[in-house]
């Protein structure tokens, strides 16, 4: 259906048929939340929610695309490229970066759409730019390494768009599979698929509450694991295990609270993917109900919203275990539920969150999908891609 879509309109801005269509997807967080930038292991998956952009390459250097979603165009020379503000910036950004790493890009005509929640926390900005990352390959013929986009990309919404993300959004973005998660080394950028266990169903819970104090926030958590790190004589808090933290007792109450997430956190995504391989799903549930209560009590970045999500999921008999994900202080949590009862479920809770906080849930089913992609190419063109 997006395929058809974005065909008409292709047709519709550029009376023409596009030669390619490309997708990169959002990503929930399953577990290990606040340890990439500590150096440590995150569990991302790739949801059935993403961007995709209809494609054919011109002859100069020109960029013409067309986001259906906003109602507006933009237009940039490769050649040339002045740093703006909007929507535009992740590809203008994914742009300069590739040809600072080297690469020679030629330009297109597009027409863009997406259906990842913006603002929810699920990387609608990753999926932007591992998309245009995709489409810049398809027109321009090189090869598609994952983890070198995926670094491109987090280079261009750090440096580009200023915002300083971990590397986590744009691998799962770039390099998961369809049917699992991406166990993921954030010092070594060495992945593995982890399997879903059978017959489950990955719930995405939006609060409707959105991250107002996560800037200074992250900053102070990141700022305190510094110093923890710091006190343990290591470079991060990836290196100090659960009975390293028994030495700890020179640090402040509150830095302990951190690092004894961080390294609690690190050791339970090495055991749920464990779980996820033996297909031990009640396991794999405990470790998300752990998680969270670390997020609450040592790392303290959940608010009001996400408790009462959690705890609405964690009530219903068909959840395994439900806990905040992304940064806090708003936004999503996840839940692993039964898959026969997922949408059962997703109105339960729905209706037990409006009753407990006054607010409408987002509520939504995902599977876990592919990577970014070419879905379709209607003419081959002879660069070698």
Known sequence: MKTEILEQSYATYFNAKPEFVVRAPGRVNLIGEHTDYNDGFVLPMAIDRAVWIALTPRTDSTVRIRSLDLGVDSVFDLRSLTQGEGWIEYIKGVAYELQRDGYQLRGFDAVMTGDVPRGAGLSSSA???????????????????????????????????????GIMDQMASAA????????????????????????????????????????????????????????????????????????????????????RH?????????????????????????????????????????????????????????????????????????????????????????????????????IYVCKASAGAGVIEVFKTLGTGF
Not at 143 to 157: G, Y
Not at 195 to 223: F, M, Q
């Open 127 to 165: 999926a932007v730019e591992l998309a245009t990352a995709r489409a810049f390959a398809s027109v321009s013929g090189f090869e598609w390494n994952a983890a070198r986009m995926a670094r491109i990309s987090q280079k261009a919404e750090n440096e580009w768009v200023g915002v300083n993300c």
């Open 262 to 362: 961080i390294v609690t956190e690190n050791a339970r995504v090495l055991k749920a993917v464990e779980a996820m391989t033996s297909g031990n799903v009640k396991r794999l549930g405990e470790l998300f109900n752990a998680s969270h209560a670390s997020l609450r009590d040592d790392f303290e970045v959940t608010n009001e919203a996400l408790n009462q999500i959690v705890e609405c999921a964690q009530d219903q008999s068909p959840c395994y275990g439900a806990r905040m994900t992304g940064a806090g202080f708003g936004g999503c949590a996840v839940a692993l539920v039964e898959g026969k009862n997922a949408h059962e479920f997703a109105d339960v809770v729905s209706t037990a969150y409006k009753k407990k906080s006054g607010l409408d849930a987002s």
């Open 176 to 259: 998961s599979r369809e049917g699992y998660a991406l166990f993921l080394d954030c010092r070594t950028l060495e992945y593995q698929h982890a399997p879903l266990p059978k017959n489950t169903a990955v719930v995405i819970l939006d609060t409707s509450t959105r991250r107002g104090l996560v800037d200074s926030a992250y900053n102070e958590r990141r700022s305190q694991c510094e110093e923890a790190a710091r006190w343990f004589g290591t470079k991060a808090l990836r290196d100090v295990s659960v009975d390293d933290l028994k030495k700890g007792d020179g640090l402040s109450e509150v830095v302990m609270k951190r690092a």
